[in-house]
Antibody
Framework: VQLVESGGGLVQPGGSLRLSCAASGSAFTSYWMSWVRQAPGKGLEWVANIKQDGHEKNYVDSVKGRFTISRDNARNSMFMQMSSLRTEDTAVYYC???????????WGQGTLVTVSS | DVVMTQSPLSLSVTLGQPASISCRSSLSLVYSDGNTYLNWFQQRPGQSPRRLIYRVSNRDSGVPDRFSGSGSGTVFTLKISRVEAEDVGIYFCMQASHWPPNFGGGTKVEI
């Protein structure tokens, strides 16, 4: 599966943004989907993931209650609604898909989110 | 959270020579299904991460066979048998056996 993110941009602290990840190729519904972020010059941080059927969602503590992950299997797409954004949320956000047991994986090219006044 | 510790932080290697990166986890990465979910990624400058190795020692499709992964439990190693110029970048280990999945701090490989 090939993944393309969109929706990044500049937003003020406390603002909201919605990221999208469009998948092409085969078997989107075979993939867990997730968001991983990378602050400028820093390492990789897992943000959230969502199961193939959309019924299980998990978040890291730093975004719980502020970010919401979702997917639309009919449109081969995944989303993340981000609210109450903080300066420390500034990062490149990557869309990542992986199959059960991590046999296959795929990364998008990333979309930059900048939270600044 | 599981802590993933990589060493060294940076590695300067000579073309054609071997290189080795270590990754240690604060908890055993053996999952309840018997698998060990330890992956290795390469991130070239300006690019997205690319997975090289999954479940400790399985090489991804298209990854040169000079890359190999080994280890068990809490200690893992990525080896490059003969470094080539295209191997420059940052290498990350990542565990997916415990929530949240997390990454090592990275090892910068330069020639």
């Amino acid at each position: 599966v090939q993944l393309v993110e969109s929706g990044g941009g500049l937003v003020q602290p406390g603002g909201s943004l919605r990221l999208s990840c469009a998948a092409s190729g085969s078997a989107f519904t075979s993939y867990w989907m997730s968001w991983v972020r990378q602050a400028p010059g820093k390492g990789l941080e897992w943000v959230a993931n969502i199961k193939q059927d959309g019924h299980e969602k998990n978040y890291v503590d730093s975004v719980k209650g502020r970010f919401t992950i979702s997917r639309d299997n009919a449109r081969n797409s995944m989303f993340m609604q981000m609210s109450s954004l903080r300066t420390e949320d500034t990062a490149v956000y990557y869309c990542l898909g992986y199959t059960d047991a991590w046999t296959l994986d795929s990364w998008g090219q990333g979309t930059l989110v900048t939270v600044s006044s | 959270d599981v802590v993933m510790t990589q060493s060294p932080l940076s590695l300067s290697v000579t073309l054609g020579q071997p290189a080795s990166i270590s990754c240690r986890s604060s908890l055993s990465l053996v999952y309840s299904d018997g698998n060990t979910y330890l992956n290795w990624f390469q991130q070239r400058p300006g690019q997205s991460p690319r997975r090289l190795i999954y479940r400790v020692s399985n090489r991804d499709s298209g990854v040169p066979d000079r890359f190999s992964g080994s280890g068990s439990g809490t200690v893992f190693t990525l080896k490059i048998s003969r470094v080539e110029a295209e191997d420059v970048g940052i290498y990350f280990c990542m565990q997916a056996s415990h929530w949240p999945p997390n990454f090592g701090g990275g090892t910068k490989v330069e020639i």
